[in-house]
């Protein structure tokens, strides 16, 4: 036996012309074509470039590279979410920063390398789903191809003989394929009807759904803003640029779409564990708030609590945080109030211990007349106990200390260089003593006063307040981002677990005037869905339009090369019965060979036109 001779190819490819029509067109991929190497020229390389831009397999590398572009981004401190970071981290590495500041590390999701991976992934979707959904419309508005020539040949094969007439089975089929949500029509002696283009649908839905995501994201960034608030009980807050402690912004977003709007925060509620081994973890943490929107709208109240922010207009206010404000009252050597209000600690830990600054910048004046700035570097403990004066025991006020530590001179905020309110600058300032000449320093509870030296003034502890802080966002296309990674997920979903497939039904008289029906299925892969489900419509096929009885025995025949079980059965002779899920399988395996055709190995692939493979010479 040898192999098939070069003349052999073109006979072959002409027999198998309808069958290739038959099996193409299950997908919208579309077919790579090699270029005109030899003379290409500039529009042939553009082409050739754009072919491969829009390929599958160049926008899953783009999006590989978009997520290992966003490592660095996680590993390495960004300038626009904490330059404080960045600033530190120059500090300590000098050779690296310079390298990370050439190849745009600090800025990874403002980079032009990330902006122009993220932009030709963007162009290759688009490039790739406008074709393929044009041509998927174009084969939702043609027909299902009509049938093949040969359809022993498709995966999936049953056939047996009747009495009824072809134009009855043909109908019978119709309608029952029709009734399954087949689209189906007549096309010459055969049904052709096909199912499954939510397959399609979903493929396309995904990637569509994925420029969505894009684009949402990209507008995220551009337009949104993020801005921190601490406000203490009793305090308010107006929604205007000026208000916030710290603020950052999309490249395109303007002041002016603040949302109008002010509140003021009534009272900080926070409870918690109060033993076993998750004793001191917050339960509760709620601020009540008097809010209005606009400059003159009415005052609302309401509750923020974690992950339950207030939404105003396109501006949502998250509760981010909590802490204590102890109340101080400073006075002069003359009794005279120079300072009176709420600071705002710094928690260091899980139990609330803080810390945090007292300045008095005006008004006061020393034993001798002579104006000063005061400075106190605090220590506030929620819940003291004794012998433990470094760290506070609970987070909830349960027994407060507050820890103070003064001292007199140049604060140095007249040199015009900005300074931390919780960090006291002590390069210009001296430190008061005790009577045994050590620095002075005190724990106040509520109501207790504190004696500087020398008749210089004095301390009082007032009582707690409590602060929140409150962060305001505005992340425009948010909603859209989500749709999209959700349509995402079911568009993925209908492309991996449904099966575009074709059913054929053939009825032909034969020579002794009984009726030939042939069913055949194609699937876009090979898959056992497709051989059952088409036992299962044979066998309905088949209480419709049962076989016909042998002449001679009076059971169901085998003529012509045909046999009624739908298989070459495993003995010599026929096995009647009608068609089932598993006769479809096995003639799936080994299809019924058409007694006019020659003997062939060819092997159908759906997604190309049909190609024929080596026939052994006779």
Not at 19 to 40: C, D, R, V, W, Y
Not at 442 to 456: F, H, R, V
Not at 595 to 617: F, G, K, L
Request: aromatic letters at 8%.
């Amino acid at each position: 036996m040898s192999k098939t001779t070069a003349s052999d190819a073109p006979e072959a490819t002409a027999e198998d012309k309808d069958l290739g029509a038959a099996g193409s067109q299950l997908s919208t991929a579309p077919k790579e074509e090699l270029p005109g190497l030899p003379s290409m020229g500039v529009v042939g390389w553009a082409r050739w470039f754009w072919r491969q831009l829009t390929s599958m397999r160049v926008a899953l590398l783009l999006l590989l590279l978009l997520a290992l572009g966003a490592i660095p981004g996680s590993l390495i401190p960004q300038s626009g979410t904490d330059a404080t970071k960045v600033a530190d981290f120059r500090d300590k590495h000098d050779i690296l920063a310079p390298i990370y500041d050439k190849l745009g590390l600090f800025h990874v999701y403002s980079s032009v390398w990330f902006s122009a991976i993220y932009i030709l992934l963007f162009v290759s979707l688009i490039g790739c789903i406008v074709p393929r959904t044009w041509q998927f419309v174009g084969q939702l508005r043609s027909r299902p191809p009509g049938a093949p020539k040969r359809l022993t040949r498709l995966p999936a094969y049953t056939t047996w003989r009747t009495e009824a007439e072809p134009e009855q089975v043909r109908e019978a089929a119709l309608t029952l394929l029709k009734k399954r949500r087949f689209r189906a029509h007549l096309s010459g002696d055969a049904v052709a009807a096909e199912k499954g283009y939510l397959r399609e649908v979903g493929n396309l839905a995904f990637h569509i759904a994925l420029i969505v995501m894009l684009v949402a994201f990209a507008w995220g960034q551009l337009f949104k803003m993020e801005g921190n608030k601490l406000i203490v009980e009793g305090d308010g807050f107006s929604n205007t640029l000026t208000q916030y402690d710290d603020f950052k912004s999309g490249t395109l977003f303007d002041t002016d779409d603040l949302a109008p709007f002010s509140f003021t925060l009534n009272n900080f509620t926070g409870t918690y564990e109060t033993s076993g081994p998750n004793k001191g973890t917050p339960r509760t943490y709620k601020a009540d708030i008097t809010y209005a929107e606009g400059a003159y709208g009415k005052d609302k109240k309401t509750v923020v609590q974690v992950n339950k922010p207030l939404e105003i207009g396109d501006s949502k206010v998250y509760l981010t945080a909590h802490g204590y404000a102890p109340l101080v009252t400073v006075r002069d050597s003359k009794g005279n109030v120079v300072y009176s209000d709420a600071v705002p600690m710094l928690p260091l830990d899980s139990n609330s211990t803080s810390s945090g600054v007292i300045k008095v910048y005006d008004g006061y004046k020393n034993a001798k007349g002579v104006s000063e700035q005061l400075g106190f570097k605090t220590f506030f403990l929620p819940s003291y106990v004794k012998g433990n004066e470094v760290s506070s025991a609970f987070p909830a006020l349960l027994n407060p200390i507050l820890n103070l530590e003064p001292y007199h001179g140049d604060l140095g905020v007249d040199s015009g260089i900005p300074q931390s309110v919780y960090q006291l600058d002590k390069s210009h300032m001296k430190d008061f003593k005790d009577s045994k000449g050590q620095q002075l320093r005190e724990n106040l509870k509520p109501g207790e006063t504190m004696k500087l030296p020398g008749g210089a003034g004095t301390v009082t502890y007032e009582g707690t307040k409590e602060w929140a802080n409150f962060q305001v966002t505005q992340q425009p296309a948010s909603g859209w981002a989500l749709g999209g990674a959700v349509a995402a997920i079911f568009g993925l979903a209908a492309s991996l677990f449904i099966q575009r497939r074709r059913v054929w039904v053939r009825a032909t008289p034969s020579a002794d005037g009984v009726t030939v029906i042939e069913m055949a299925g194609l699937g876009r892969s090979e898959s056992a869905k497709v051989p059952e489900e088409l036992g299962e419509l044979a066998g309905i096929l088949y209480d419709r339009t049962p076989g016909a009885p042998d002449r001679d025995t009076g059971t169901d025949t085998a003529q012509d090369g045909v046999s009624a079980p739908a298989v070459p059965p495993t003995t010599d002779e026929p096995a009647p019965g009608k068609p089932d899920s598993a006769t479809a399988q096995r003639a799936a395996k080994s299809p019924v060979p058409d007694p006019a055709a020659e003997p062939s190995t060819e092997h159908i692939n759906p997604d190309t036109q049909a190609v024929p493979a080596e026939r052994p010479e006779k």
